[in-house]
């Protein structure tokens, strides 16, 4: 008692200091003068249990709020003593019980945690649209279809949502106290977005689509079947459900209009009719730029084949590897150094190609061409199946040595050589084309 009566001194000199003195601090004097007795009084049976102090202090503070017109010796005379038979009746408890409750108090504490920790994400709000849709619709997979909650949740923690609120009493409490807390506007709104069960739309199913009802007409359904409706329903929203149902045909008197299957041969019929009777008017203008587009197409096409040869020779240079025989549309072939260059039609034009002038055979891909003449020559194939080269440009050029001036002409044989401005060509023939007569 002597340690009693020293932390009663202390506290009552502190109470007497000048500065003001608030609740929470006084608490925490409390705590320490326990902490003193318990350091004071050595019990034989052991240690005494953490969770006395914070008990004490609770009723420390229920006393508090009890005798507020005490006053202040007499309010810590009380404490002391409330407190010291506490701490007696605690010490003498079999220290058995002691770990019994010292492990229930640290589930629950745990419990209390995890509860606190799962509200952050479920609402007062989403609490209440769980309960009342599992009475509605008695199916917690139809909830999570059903029912909007202010975040997303898969159907496992819809679940254990759920049994949480039945089974776990600290979760159930914590629940029931933040619904508590709710202001009513907010919700008498949360219960209206229950969604609606069998019973109450087989009540609304039976006004016909035919009447046109008010809210009054409403009002008196909702009245007369009170014990089968939802307590936060109201007329308004009993008629937008039922015009909601009038459009969807799930009223009684509405049949849904089921056309006869058919299959696919005559799906595939109605659709060729329909594309026969379909008739577009035709634009001149597009169709003529469609024209344009596609010669286009083809003369870039056309430039691409006559290029093939070219690169081909070239990789079979860099490569050495041979090229392969003559195709059946080549009739003759002009090989040079670098380039080969394919006939594929009874008459080419051979000579420089530039911006203004375009010929079948660019001899400049061979070499220097300056003087080349832009359109050089022609090569010829008769119907008798030989070949002759005419000389259209400035230049003359040498056919197996022979001069051919502007205007002349000389018949090309299997293996002729053919010079133009210092660069030489080996003409070569397709026997086998030319003796049956190539069709062109």
């Not at 394919?342 to 080419?348: A, F, G, N, Q, W």
Request: proline share 4%; glycine share 4%; aromatic share 6%.
């Amino acid at each position: 008692m002597a340690s009693g009566t020293s932390t009663s001194a202390t506290i009552a000199s502190r109470r007497h200091s000048s500065r003001s003195i608030k609740r929470k601090k006084f608490d925490d004097e409390l705590v320490e003068s326990s902490i003193q007795l318990k350091s004071s009084r050595k019990s034989s049976e052991g240690c005494i249990a953490e969770g006395s102090i914070v008990s004490t202090t609770g009723k420390a503070n229920e006393l508090l709020s009890t005798s507020e017109n005490v006053p202040t010796t007499s309010k810590v005379d009380v404490i002391e003593k409330k407190m010291t038979t506490e701490l007696s009746r605690k010490s003498t408890a079999p220290p058995e019980k002691k770990n019994i409750c010292k492990k229930k108090k640290i589930k629950r504490s745990r419990q209390a945690f995890a509860a606190v920790k799962d509200m952050g994400r479920w609402k007062p709000t989403d609490d209440i649209l769980l309960i009342d849709a599992v009475e509605q619709l008695l199916d917690i997979s139809l909830v999570k279809q059903c029912v909007k909650f202010s975040c997303y949740f898969t159907l496992e923690e819809i679940q254990e949502r759920w049994y949480a609120l039945l089974y776990d009493p600290v979760i159930s409490s914590l629940a029931k106290q933040a619904m508590k807390n709710l202001p009513v506007e907010i919700s008498a709104v949360t219960h209206a977005k229950a969604p609606y069960s069998d019973a109450e739309e087989r009540v609304l199913e039976m006004i016909p689509s035919r009447l046109n009802p008010d809210k009054k007409y409403f009002q008196s359904v909702l009245e007369k079947n009170a014990s089968i409706f939802h307590s936060f329903r109201s007329e308004t929203s009993l008629q937008k459900h039922w015009e909601l149902m009038k459009f969807y045909h799930m009223l009684c008197d509405q049949q849904i209009k089921t056309e006869p299957l058919i299959n696919f041969s005559e799906a595939e019929d109605l659709l060729d009719s329909n594309d026969s009777s379909y008739t577009a008017a035709k634009d001149e203008s597009l169709e003529q730029e469609m024209r344009i587009a596609d010669r286009k197409n083809k003369l870039q096409v056309k430039q691409l084949e006559e290029e093939i040869p070219c690169w081909e020779l070239l990789v079979s240079n860099l490569t050495k590897t041979p090229l392969p025989e003559l195709d059946q549309h080549t009739v003759a072939v002009l090989r040079g150094q670098l380039v080969r260059y394919l006939m594929r039609s009874r008459e080419i034009t051979i000579g420089r190609c530039t911006d203004n002038c375009y010929v079948d055979i660019d001899l400049s891909l061979e070499g220097p061409a300056q003087k080349v003449s832009r359109r050089q020559g022609i090569i010829k194939l008769k119907n008798n199946g030989d070949f002759f080269l005419v000389n259209e440009g400035k230049q003359p050029f040498y056919v197996d040595g022979k001069a051919v001036v502007k205007g002349n002409k000389s018949k090309l044989g299997h293996d002729s050589v053919i010079e133009i401005a210092l660069l030489r060509f080996v003409f070569q023939i397709n026997q086998q084309i030319v003796s049956t007569g190539p069709k062109f």
